[in-house]
């Protein structure tokens, strides 16, 4: 079964951190990109950052540069983010998707870019 199970979210002050974790399992890790997309309440599911297992290339949203960091496993076939001084207008349901990789990266892909998507996890930041 093709699957990626996205866990870590939770509840958590303004300005903590919390992990993200996107296990891949079904198909070949090193041949797709892995996004995380998150959707808030009444918006638009938006891509927050991709990481190309091929290259290693990575994309950030403007908003959470230098707060966020994705990274992938490639032995355990998992990617990360962690998410730094986190801020009220990061919560949402986080979701990890998978994009087939067949041109290298050249600019964040888009929800409607993406091949596979998992079930998101809930990330709740107060003020």
């Known amino acids: 079964d093709v699957q990626l199970q996205a866990s870590g979210g939770g509840l958590v002050q303004a300005g903590g951190s919390l992990r993200l974790s996107c296990a891949v399992s079904?198909?070949?890790?090193?041949?797709?990109?892995i996004g995380w997309f998150r959707q808030a309440p009444g918006k638009e599911r938006e891509g927050v950052s991709c990481?190309?297992?091929?290259?290693?290339?990575?994309f950030y949203l403007d908003s959470v540069k230098g707060r966020f960091t994705i990274s992938s496993d490639n032995a355990k076939n998992i990617v990360y983010l962690q998410m730094n001084s986190l801020k009220p207008e990061d919560t949402a349901v986080y979701y990890c998707?998978?994009?087939?990789?067949?041109?290298?990266?050249?600019?964040?892909?888009?929800?409607?870019?993406?091949?596979?998507w998992g079930k998101g996890t809930l990330v709740t930041v107060s003020s």
């Open positions: 990481i190309s297992n091929s290259d290693g290339t990575t």
């Open positions: 079904g198909f070949s890790f090193g041949d797709y990109a």
């Open positions: 998707a998978a994009k087939l990789l067949s041109l290298p990266l050249d600019r964040a892909p888009r929800p409607r870019d993406m091949d596979l």
